[in-house]
């Protein structure tokens, strides 16, 4: 595969770290475990308690990711055809603002490549073992590219991890090789091994412990871990705030204390980076059920808070 830069740029400094994730409450401890896991352009985990933003981290990842690079839209070996560019996942760029994605040949622009930005794909539950070979099309007769091969020179985002059919040793095995190696041998219908670079970071989230997943020669293999922390009272405040302002309402901090002093510690509930989101949204559903003003306030948020977590009478209260 043709690119700017032969592999992933490393290019994750502490400033250029916390710009990247910027639009998110992260401790110090979390965004500087991040940067050197993207420097070294391998594998990571990031695990933790659910709604406390790991996919959303996940995703942030690309942003460090500079340049761009060159995706052909087929490759063929041996008469065998492999489509490689694929217009849902990847973002096809202008070459000199000329409006044209395809290489630039100093003449007529070479219509076999385009210029993308780095791939960002997400896979979640979803996620089989077959979803990791070619494909053969019998109407096509052309092969489609297999997601980690769609996802080269980027990321690869295993969400969920752990909630496959296909379990995670099985997945981890399957890329064994191609992670430490950096080329994937793909297989044709006539048996013959097509290399592939391998050349992309995968960063697998999920909500369970990695050594309840995989055992420690796996683990070895995935050599950081980043853990989602949940949010401390000021974060959460600060999560709130801008939640608010997303949704063009007013910060009230009185507000959000009492939340916290006679909702959440009475009934022990931890916090959870999604919650100002998700209760904003619900109290301002709420509000325009009942014909009020789209403001919040103390009675709309908590009668947010008792529809959005498991009543007392149902049992112990956790998040819907």
């Known amino acids: 595969m043709r690119e ?7 290019a994750a400094t502490r400033r250029r770290v916390r710009e990247a994730f910027g639009d998110l409450v992260l401790s110090d401890r979390v965004l500087d475990q991040l940067g050197p896991a993207v420097n070294d352009g391998h594998s990571l985990f990031i695990y933790g308690s659910p709604g406390n933003g790991k996919t959303v981290i996940a995703q942030a990842i690309r942003n460090l990711l500079d340049g761009d690079l060159f995706i052909p839209h087929a490759i063929e070996s041996n008469g065998q055809i492999v489509q490689v560019y694929d217009a849902v ?3 096809a760029l202008p070459i000199d603002g000329a ?4 290489i630039d040949t100093g003449h007529a622009p070479d219509m076999r490549w385009v210029r993308c930005r780095r791939p960002l794909v997400t896979v979640g539950g979803e996620l089989t073992l077959d979803s990791l070979d070619l494909a053969y099309g019998d109407v096509s007769k052309f092969y489609s590219a297999p997601i980690q091969m769609i996802a080269n020179g980027g990321v690869l985002v295993i969400d969920d991890f752990g909630r496959q059919q296909a379990s995670p040793a099985a997945l981890l095995n399957r890329w064994i090789t191609p992670l430490e190696s950096r080329v994937d041998y793909l297989t044709l219908q006539t048996g013959q091994k097509l290399p592939m670079p391998f050349v992309l970071l995968i960063v697998f989230a999920t909500n369970i412990k990695p050594t309840d997943l995989i055992d ?5 293999r995935i050599q950081y871990k980043v853990f989602a922390e949940s949010p401390t009272p000021p974060q959460f405040k600060q999560i709130f705030e801008r939640c608010c302002e997303q949704r063009g309402v007013p910060y009230d901090e009185g507000m959000v204390d009492d939340l916290l002093l006679n909702e959440f510690e009475p009934r022990h509930i931890p916090l959870r980076g999604c919650h100002p989101r998700d209760l904003i949204s619900q109290a301002l559903s709420i509000a325009d059920y009942m014909d009020e003003p789209g403001q919040l306030t103390s009675p709309l948020l908590k009668m947010a808070f008792r529809t959005y977590f498991v009543d007392e009478q149902g049992g112990d209260a956790v998040t819907g």
């Not at 700017?4 to 490393?10: G, H, K, T």
């Not at 409006?99 to 395809?102: K, L």
């Not at 420690?216 to 070895?220: S, T, V, Y």
């Open 216 to 220: 420690e020669a796996f683990l070895r």
């Open 99 to 102: 409006g044209d994605a395809s």
């Open 89 to 91: 996942v990847h973002e």
């Open 4 to 10: 700017f830069a032969s592999a992933l740029p490393r």
